[in-house]
């Protein structure tokens, strides 16, 4: 009995210290950052995203209303039943004769009961059939509306993600800057307690770093800011940590490799693929405008059980009476004043009006791609440029350090020579931030920024 009750302590024991372990790890995991790269951060933001959801949900009511019209070619089918009590009976006179006065005679009963089924369904229905075939459009409608969804989110998430990478590059450039001008402040303080430098060099070092603590807190405010944003592109709280992958540095391989393969046709642009299954559905709204020539034909039936006494008695069956129809139907229009013929000119009008749009909206395009090709030659240009003058900036802040520390340079050439490698560093992350977002915006405008 012992080792019985030794061995169930013992499993409690256990089962209490795991579910102590399982609510640590729990509670380590829920303030663990999480950690996003562009690709994940895209993929999250394409299945949590409510704009995305709502196209998606669009796309399940389309299925449904084209299962909708497809039911209408199958038999509708309905059972009804009705009672009626007569109140007062309505009488006829009849006079026969060698009659002097009309005699009156009393007619129908007093409960009156029916109860049947009726079907319809129709034969021949042009309109019908092309209403199906719009159903279908419609469909292809929705997938491409959800499709432009998901590439407007995919290119507002790159460009969150890349301006919250730019922020934080930002913060480390402000940073090191920071540390530069603090490991000079030491150096002069150190040199002026030695009496070998004026006050004056303490004074400029000490200003130099004053300067630089309101530029850095305000980069570190604008990288909180920015990954806020792209919390909320992502249909998370925005305060929810998160830790990104990856650096801007890691994009400056792609300005010159997505310089050579970006692709600037707008054949599969959104807009223009939603502009011609418009047309598609036009011309389909047309074809049914004149379907409304044409006749249609038919099918209806019915099965009836009446019953009629003036009292109520079910068990007698002679009094139930059926009765059965079977009807065909012909339509065939004649004359409407002019309601279906200016309909067609109606939807005439409507094609020629979309007509002009994608027009408008094809040279719209190709001008938003010309702006885009020019603004990457451009980052291209600035970031060879940056990258050079980096380089410069870099050595001539050690050459100046050097310079002072041996006496021959002054700490305004060192200040001077740390404002420029800032500028430079800057100059280049922007330029790379430049051209990536103008490269999304080509993808978005090609359709091609989808995650494959």
């Known amino acids: 009995m012992k080792k019985i009750i030794s061995c169930a302590g013992l499993i409690l024991a256990c089962l209490f210290t795991t579910g102590i372990a399982e609510k640590a790890i729990a509670q380590t995991d829920s303030t663990k950052p999480l950690s996003l790269d562009m690709n994940t951060a895209i993929r999250i933001a394409l299945s949590d995203n409510p704009t995305v959801k709502v196209a998606d949900v669009q796309i399940e009511k389309q299925k449904y209303a084209n299962r909708a019209t497809i039911g209408n070619l199958f038999p509708t089918i309905d059972a009804s039943s009705s009672y009626t009590y007569t109140i007062k009976k309505p009488v006829m006179f009849l006079q026969m004769p060698g009659m002097d006065k009309p005699k009156g005679i009393s007619m129908g009963v007093s409960h009156n009961i029916q109860a049947g089924i009726t079907a319809s369904m129709p034969l021949v229905s042009p309109m019908l059939w092309e209403s199906i075939s719009i159903g279908n459009t419609q469909m292809a409608a929705s997938l491409e509306k959800a499709r432009g969804s998901k590439i407007d989110m995919a290119a507002e998430v790159k460009k969150a993600y890349l301006s919250a990478l730019l922020a934080q590059k930002s913060v480390d450039v402000f940073k090191a800057s920071y540390e530069n001008a603090k490991t000079n402040y030491r150096n002069v303080e150190q040199k002026y307690k030695q009496g070998v430098i004026a006050e004056f060099d303490r004074l400029r070092a000490e200003v130099q770093v004053q300067n630089l603590e309101p530029n850095l807190l305000q980069a ?233």
């Open 220 to 452: 570190e405010n604008g990288a909180s800011l920015a990954k806020k944003r792209l919390c909320v592109l992502l249909a998370l709280d925005p305060n929810t940590p998160i830790e990104l992958t990856e650096s801007l540095d890691d994009y400056d391989q792609n300005v010159y490799a997505g310089y050579l393969k970006a692709d600037t046709t707008i054949d599969n642009n959104s807009s223009l693929r939603m502009l011609s299954i418009q047309d598609t559905l036009l011309n389909k709204a047309k074809k049914i405008k004149k379907f409304e020539y044409l006749p249609t034909l038919s099918l209806s039936g019915n099965y009836n059980y009446s019953y009629m006494n003036n009292k109520i008695d079910f068990s007698d069956s002679k009094l139930w009476t059926p009765s059965s129809s079977l009807m065909f139907r012909l339509s065939i229009p004649i004359f409407s004043g002019g309601k279906r013929y200016y309909g067609v000119k109606q939807a005439n009008t409507d094609i020629t009006m979309l007509k002009l749009q994608e027009g408008d909206a094809r040279r719209n395009l190709s001008l938003a791609m010309q702006q885009q090709i020019d603004l990457m030659n451009t980052a291209v240009k600035s970031y060879s440029a940056a990258k050079e003058a980096e380089k410069s900036a870099q050595k001539g802040y050690e050459i100046a350090r050097a310079r002072y520390e041996n006496g021959a340079g002054t700490i305004l050439e060192v200040n001077d020579a740390d404002v420029q490698l800032l500028q430079a560093r800057l100059n280049c992350s922007q330029a790379v931030y430049n051209f990536m977002v103008s490269l999304f915006a080509i993808e978005q405008l090609s359709g091609n920024n989808l995650p494959q």
